[in-house]
């Protein structure tokens, strides 16, 4: 598992329980040295949150590798160590805890550096971030997930799938999302070990598969284009991966013909070929509406009639909920409003549409891109878009799909930020 370059992590900032009552919270720390040290070389850390809490550097207690300690007895201990390779845990007494929500957290950590003259000691790192508490709202009738994509170009690079399952688990999310070539090693054929791994992990941070983004690229080669035939071939092969996987859903992302995402007339056959399959595998095929698409749209209404036709209970609806959006996202770096998508600006399709196709949505994606300290969205109204999910009569998942700035780590406070705040609103509605 790897940490966030920050000193204060964003995982395991939770408040804690003794006996059911609350007694204060937790922040994990990395250590800001080059290298680990004897935990008895500890100062002491002073932390601040906002007008809430001011401690001196004497009072958080701190777990190190498994065992707790007050600084007195980590500066006692023998044999301790603070890895460079662990994140401290510091727990600050406050009863009742800190409220839900983003908090500007500030620490002072003090550490004795026995090669640096002691008039400059203790050395003193410092830092202030914003950091949202784990919430504790049931956030019902929704269950809560994230999908992989949240952390494009940090997976890989400074994240691997253990710091995804972990930091899913830290914000009481249950379920995961990945996409099938960008998450699995040696697709479309995974080793045997990596699977194995991948149901221990699943087994470690208590979460369920949710869906496996698979791809059917029609325009694979230059010169032709995808057969009906080869469609189904490719969507049932992923179909029987998902489900090794343990997946309920494989949304397949089928080539498109035209700038409102009408997809490639393949998809029709493709579908009704890999039917058979889905219901022997117990898995639905889900493709999305993803904007400029709209709800009330021929696309949609084609979708719906294969499933009256067919009656299948093995294909259904994702909704992306970026077709929801009614802000633009700002300008990036050499774009204008001229040579972008016009879609950025945000279609803004009415929540209430939902209810005329609510039987026929079997998963949710909870694109969003920007969410601040106050946990207000710039861009998705999710009070009207959770009560419209809700009127139509879904309770399934709401799966993170952070899509904005990919600053290293930064989609991981961001994905904090949204659970925070789709649990606080579904829970008012």
């Known amino acids: 598992m790897l940490l966030e370059r920050s000193l204060i992590q964003s995982v395991g900032f939770r408040n804690v329980r003794e006996g059911g009552e609350v007694t204060g919270f937790q922040l994990r720390l990395r250590m800001p040295s080059y290298r680990g040290m004897s935990a008895s070389l500890i100062d002491g850390v002073v932390v601040r ?3 809430l809490v001011d401690v001196p550097a004497d009072v958080p207690r701190w777990t190190l590798q498994g065992r707790e300690f007050s600084l007195a007895e980590v500066q006692r201990s023998e044999g301790v160590r603070w890895p460079l390779e662990e994140a401290a845990i510091v727990t600050v007494p406050h009863p009742g805890g800190l409220p839900e929500g983003a908090h500007e957290v500030e620490v002072e950590l003090l550490l004795r550096m026995s090669y640096i003259p002691i008039e400059h000691q203790p050395s003193r790192f410092r830092e202030t971030r914003h950091v ?3 919430s504790e709202l049931d956030g019902g009738p929704f269950r809560y997930g994230v999908s ?4 494009m170009h940090d997976f890989g690079t400074v994240m691997d799938l253990e710091t995804a399952m972990a930091g899913i688990a830290d914000v009481g999310a249950t379920g995961i999302e990945i996409l099938g070539e960008g998450h699995i090693p040696g697709y479309p054929e995974p080793s045997a070990a990596w699977i194995d791994a991948w149901f221990g992990l699943l087994e470690k941070y208590r979460l369920e598969p949710t869906n496996y983004g698979s791809w059917i690229d029609t325009r694979l080669h230059p010169d032709r284009d995808m057969t009906a035939e080869q469609g189904a071939a490719i969507l049932q092969r992923d179909l029987r991966l998902a489900k090794t996987l343990g997946f309920r859903f494989v949304r397949p992302k089928i080539g498109v013909v035209s700038s409102d995402l009408i997809p490639h007339p393949i998809w029709t056959e ?6 058979d399959l889905a219901a022997e595998l117990d898995v639905v095929i889900c493709p999305e509406i993803h904007s400029p698409t709209p709800i009330k749209h021929p696309v949609v209404d084609d979708y719906i009639a294969l499933i009256q036709r067919t009656g299948t209970k093995h294909f259904g609806l994702l909704i992306d909920t970026g077709i929801f959006q009614d802000r633009p996202i700002p300008l990036r770096a050499g774009e204008t409003r001229e040579t972008r998508p016009a879609f950025l600006d945000g279609i803004g399709v009415d929540p209430a549409d939902l209810k005329d196709i609510g039987e026929y949505v079997v998963f949710v994606q909870a694109k969003f891109h920007d969410i601040d300290e106050n946990l207000e969205d710039q861009q998705i109204p ?7 999910l809700r009127d139509a009569g879904y309770s399934g998942y709401l799966s993170s ?3 904005g700035e990919r600053d290293p780590w930064r989609s991981i406070e961001q994905v904090r930020r949204q659970h ?10």
């Open 49 to 51: 949150v906002g007008n």
């Open 420 to 429: 925070a705040l789709m649990r606080r609103v579904a829970s008012a509605l």
């Open 270 to 275: 493709s579908v009704e070929r890999s039917l």
């Open 401 to 403: 799909e952070y899509e």
């Open 132 to 134: 949202t508490l784990s």
């Open 382 to 388: 999710w009070e009207p878009v959770l009560r419209g």
């Open 148 to 151: 992989l994509y949240s952390h």
